[in-house]
């Protein structure tokens, strides 16, 4: 019989294949900075006038619920007025369910504002709560097809305006409410 012989078989070294695998996380990682550098769009701030308020950035959750309301009502309004040929009263969008002028536990919460109709031009809502949303006014156009118009006031002690001017609103410390649309709310590709 022979001898045995011992081979010794060292295992294989995992050096080299951590440093490929390093080399290969590193070149995707540049690629990919690469292609968002490439791709990549700036993205312009705007900002609103003194007189204005951004309806994302600047009003309280309950006053964004208004809001969107009192846009959203403005159809149904044009509607109405086509109809009747006259602007429907608080109290008839309030029947007919419509918020924000309907009373339930919603508009409540959000103010409590009492809605009357000025000059058959404006729905003014004075809010009961200042501190959980302000005093609104929406402006309606001479025809439909004329975008919302919605000003805020936050005072505590408010009348209905008298003269429904911008530059009275102004003065009486109304501000009014716009929306932005810009790439914090939409997305563009260009294909």
Same mark, same amino acid.
């Given at each position: #019989?022979?001898?045995?012989?011992?081979?010794?078989?060292?295992?294989?070294?995992?050096?080299?294949?951590?440093? @490929?695998?390093?080399?290969?996380? /590193? #070149?995707?990682?540049?690629?990919?900075?690469?292609?968002?550098?490439?791709?990549? =769009?700036?993205?312009?701030?705007?900002?609103?006038?003194?007189?204005?308020?951004?309806? &994302? &950035?600047? %009003?309280?959750?309950?006053?964004?619920?208004? @809001?969107?309301?009192? &846009?959203?009502?403005?159809?149904?309004?044009?509607?109405?007025?086509?109809?009747?040929?006259?602007? *429907?009263?608080? =109290?008839? /969008?309030?029947?007919?369910?419509?918020?924000?002028?309907?009373?339930?536990?919603?508009?409540?919460?959000?103010?409590?504002?009492?809605?009357?109709?000025?000059?058959?031009?404006?729905?003014?809502?004075?809010?009961?709560? *200042?501190?959980?949303?302000?005093?609104? /006014? %929406?402006?309606?156009?001479?025809?439909?097809?004329?975008?919302?118009?919605?000003? /805020?006031?936050?005072?505590?002690?408010?009348? *209905? *305006?008298?003269? %429904?001017?911008?530059?009275?609103?102004?003065?009486?410390?109304?501000?009014?409410?716009?929306?932005?649309?810009?790439?914090?709310?939409?997305?563009?590709?260009?294909?």
């Amino acid at each position: #019989m022979s001898t045995p012989t011992t081979q010794v078989v060292r295992p294989a070294g995992a050096g080299h294949e951590t440093l @490929y695998v390093l080399l290969l996380c /590193l #070149m995707i990682l540049a690629v990919a900075g690469s292609v968002v550098l490439w791709r990549g =769009e700036s993205h312009e701030v705007s900002s609103v006038s003194s007189h204005q308020l951004d309806a &994302r &950035r600047d %009003l309280s959750a309950s006053e964004q619920g208004i @809001y969107a309301d009192l &846009r959203v009502t403005l159809d149904e309004i044009h509607l109405l007025r086509q109809e009747q040929q006259t602007l *429907p009263t608080p =109290e008839a /969008l309030a029947e007919e369910g419509f918020a924000p002028f309907a009373r339930d536990a919603s508009s409540v919460s959000r103010g409590g504002h009492d809605w009357q109709l000025l000059d058959a031009r404006a729905y003014f809502g004075q809010s009961q709560t *200042p501190t959980v949303a302000g005093s609104f /006014l %929406l402006r309606l156009s001479a025809t439909d097809d004329g975008a919302p118009d919605i000003w /805020l006031n936050r005072a505590s002690k408010l009348t *209905p *305006p008298a003269d %429904l001017s911008d530059a009275a609103l102004e003065s009486a410390g109304w501000q009014q409410v716009v929306a932005q649309f810009d790439a914090g709310v939409t997305r563009q590709h260009r294909h």
